[in-house]
């Protein structure tokens, strides 16, 4: 699965927080006149009174929107270069005097031969464990509620400093919104048997998966004092970055950090064989470890110790080339990750607290821009269904290449809503949590295209549709900075979505205990197979479309043999 990130604000506005920023009076701009690139980019203004964190004393400048203060590149941890590439990260070097954080962190480094030309490129460095606080606290006494979100991704435009990542907006609602930068790719999940050897856990890889816990235990450590409640931290990615959500929702890592999950295009039923395809997925320890002695041999190393010593370009270079061993994604290693998804149900690994998750229209398969015959449906359907195929087409039937076209497509819509129906059913009963599951389906298309994020799946609405990703304009309100063609719908929709992710993460309810959004959101039940909508319409949707696909689609995940 992909991810898409890009923030750069130059609309300028309030300082926020007197108390905490120094007292700095308001100024305005207009972003009017701002190109998609430039529009929304955190701007420089007068000191301000530092905030002091367990390394150092830092300033921040002044955000995207009147009241909130961003400061940008505080580094959570040290440097992964040298003996610390592939190793849990280190503890953050500390420093003298005021650090201004004012400018974005460095990334993790990577390819960058498939990004947009337009696009704004970070500094790549393997120093790049760093992060960035949205506050509109105007005093460290306060304690407002705090999200920190992982960004998703495959192999490329994987970083901070995105517009649709912004977190101006959630912190205008009174949250704090942190993002950072992890390791990815090969540096990110590198497995080796002489890295398990050296670990002294017996396990290697999900690096990137320990980055997000030392950004939590940063969080937890420094947050109040940029206005934040470090007892109400919601964790939330997208794509991979949900991925990381899901691992850490069962790694003993990771426990007290957070007390709320969000994971958009986020979870799968533990055997629906889209796992084996998409960010949620994962290899064994001794599948990844062999494709790390495979990967070596293949950049010319004799050793870890030769791998170490290749530049960052060179581990770049060798793990994106043709015919390249893979490095990349989530490693059961029994230390990270210590059991399968199912399992971790059914033995109670699952931690409970408050969850939202959901997926799009327009993923899983399904597509508007969509090619198939009927033949190549019925061919589908067999070897897939197999003795349950003519059941299968009795309830998606089709007589034409267009009606193979849309019942593939309405299959593929109401197996993604089962399956993460199923899953919250396992998360309640068979784990046997009490804390909520808020399940959602975004349907609305974000009109034209994307301009400035190149983490956005690049294409037309009219080609795309509500695709992977669609929803996070909407659900953190970063419709600047995209240079699509807004509506005032789409602003409306983007406040309405907003309300119930900043009262999730006040209260664990997107519905603010009955004085946040609305329409209101129904809790997952699991005798009640439905999911919220979000997007064109706003209310329940039935999980299938009708009892006898359910029943068909819950019949064929449960059957499967292979389970994550």
Known sequence: MSDRRGFLGRAAAVTAGAALVGGVQPATASPATASPTTAFRATRSRPQTPVRTQSGLVTGVRAALPGVTVYQGIPFAASTAGRNRWRPPRPAPSW????RADAWGPACPQPTTDTPAWAELPEFSEDCLNLDIWTGASSSRERRP??????????????????????????????????????????????????????GHGASGNW???????????????????????????????????????ILMISRLARGLYQRAILCAGVQYPKDPALGRVAGGYKTLDVAEANGLAFQRFAGADSLAGLRALSADAIVSWSNAAGAPATGGNILDGYVLPTTYGAAMTSGAEIDVPVLTGNNKDENGASPSLAMTVAQYRQFATTTFGDRAQEFLSLYPAATDAEAVASYNDYARDEERVSTFLWGTLFKETAGNRSPVWNYWWSRVPPGADTGNPIMTRGDAATLGAYHGAEMYYLFGNLEGAGRPWTE?????????????????????????GRGASPAWPALRPGKPQTMELGDRFGPLPAAGNEAKYALLRGYLESQTKEY
Do not use: C
């Open 96 to 99: 003298k005097g005021v650090r």
């Open 146 to 199: 705090v999200v920190v979100w992982v960004y998703g991704g495959a192999r490329t435009s994987m970083w901070t400093q995105q517009p649709v990542y912004d977190g101006s907006r959630l912190a205008s609602k009174g949250l704090i919104f942190v993002t950072f930068n992890h390791r990815v790719g090969a540096f990110g999940n590198l497995a080796h048997p002489e890295l398990s050897a050296e670990s």
């Open 208 to 246: 990137g998966a320990m980055d997000t816990v030392a950004a939590l235990k940063w969080v937890r450590r420094n947050i109040a004092a940029f206005g934040g409640d470090p007892e109400r931290v919601t964790l939330a990615g997208w794509s991979h970055g949900a991925s990381l959500v899901n």
């Open 489 to 513: 719908e789409d602003h409306a929709l983007a406040d309405l979505t907003t309300t119930y992710v900043a009262d999730f993460a006040a209260t664990g309810n997107p519905n603010g205990h």
